[in-house]
């Protein structure tokens, strides 16, 4: 969808001037960012920490994107929010794909899934770079609040949720098979369980657009999002699941994030991260 045709969208509407976390040190680069060096995402035990899903929307058309995606990958890396295990997601939108530089990791699903935000929000436009925390909340990096807005995150109770081993196909090196497990639902609602296959790490050559020349790199890209069942209320969830990479995928720079979230897309109820055995 073309970003000039349609009001929904603003031109990279946030500069992203830092993130501030009680206890932090100041990082070398990227505009004053500071978090906390500590363990990294898939070296925290969600057994020990509440998951907290921080969801990037962003573009590599997007000139003030890649500042938020230094952001996103501190986080990852750095874990800065005592007692919290921070779950990111980046999701890259199609809407800039016309202005010279069509994102190779763009998809439409995740364009459709910034606007479900929008309209469950009730936000006037989706923009770039947005994020949302635990599905309820959005987060602006310069805004104080912040720390308030991960600490209440931090401290709500979440559904306890399981992936199980990961295993590559032996027959099949671009099939992943695992097991998703979440405990009871007792809240009010029904909830959407989803997973998502996610790139550790990727790097590209931008050529064209307003980030033309420059070399960007992106943490925790989604390829592939699925919903593959329902949390019902009072009940638990399990079921064995089959992902199937794209061709010449390497499994070892893969992630899995299973997540319940109530519909709409509404609040996060539980959340864990896995990735394939080496």
Known sequence: ?????????????????????????????????QVESRTTAAETSSANARPILVELFTSEGCSSCPPADALLERMDSSQPVAGAQLIVLSEHV?????????????????????????????????????????????????????????????????????????SVDAGNPSVLRTRIEADGNSGKHNADVYVAVALDHVESQVLHG??????????????????????????????????????????????????VQESGPGRLLGAALRKPAS
């Open 210 to 259: 307003e980030n033309g020349g420059r070399r960007l790199t992106h943490v925790a890209v989604v390829l592939q999002l699925t919903k593959i069942g329902k949390l019902a209320k009072g009940t638990s969830f399990g079921e064995a699941v089959q992902l199937k990479l794209k061709p010449g995928t390497d499994p070892k720079n893969v992630r899995i994030v299973a997540f």
């Open 1 to 33: 969808m073309s970003r000039d045709s349609s009001p929904q969208f603003s031109v990279c509407a946030i500069l992203f001037c830092g993130l501030l976390f009680p206890q932090t040190a100041p990082t070398a680069e990227g505009r004053g960012l």
């Open 94 to 166: 199609d809407y800039w794909d016309h202005d010279g530089w069509k994102d190779p990791n763009s998809s439409p699903a995740l364009t459709e899934r910034q606007m479900a935000y929008v309209r469950a929000l009730g936000l006037k436009t989706a923009y770039t770079p947005q994020i949302i925390v635990d599905g309820t909340s959005e987060m602006r990096a310069n805004d104080p609040l912040q720390v308030k807005l991960f600490q209440e995150a931090a401290a709500t109770p979440k559904v306890p949720v399981r992936i199980g081993d990961v």
